[in-house]
Nanobody
Framework: HVQLVESGGDSVQAGGSLRLSCVASGIASSSDCMGWFRQATGKQREGVATISLETGDTDYADSVKGRFTISRDNAKNTVYLQMNNLTSEDTALYFC??????????WGQGTQVTVS
């Protein structure tokens, strides 16, 4: 039974930084991908960043490239999202996700990021 628990969301001023963490439990394989999605009020959910747990290869949405960095610590079963130079457009509920069989099968409960 996979569980994803996010933390690190907060309210910050524009230009500030935050680091989100996602601790995963119940993972049987380290060959899948994990990532972060976000959903702002009144907007569709969008992918932010993904990382291969095996290779460390990463991918980012154009809107966050150069500002956000996703990383993982397999020994701690934890994925991080370092967010720098935040803007009001980054305000959203951020979800940690894990892939299974090619689908984003598992989702955390979300952590709120508010930029003012």
């Amino acid at each position: 039974h996979v569980q994803l628990v996010e933390s690190g969301g907060d309210s910050v001023q524009a230009g500030g930084s935050l680091r989100l963490s996602c601790v995963a439990s119940g993972i049987a394989s380290s060959s899948d991908c994990m990532g972060w999605f976000r959903q702002a009020t009144g907007k569709q959910r969008e992918g932010v960043a993904t990382i291969s747990l095996e290779t460390g290869d990463t991918d980012y949405a154009d809107s966050v490239k150069g500002r956000f960095t996703i990383s993982r610590d397999n020994a701690k079963n934890t994925v991080y999202l370092q967010m720098n130079n935040l803007t009001s457009e980054d305000t959203a509920l951020y979800f940690c996700v894990k892939e299974a069989a090619g689908l984003w099968e598992y989702w955390g409960q979300g952590t709120q990021v508010t930029v003012s």
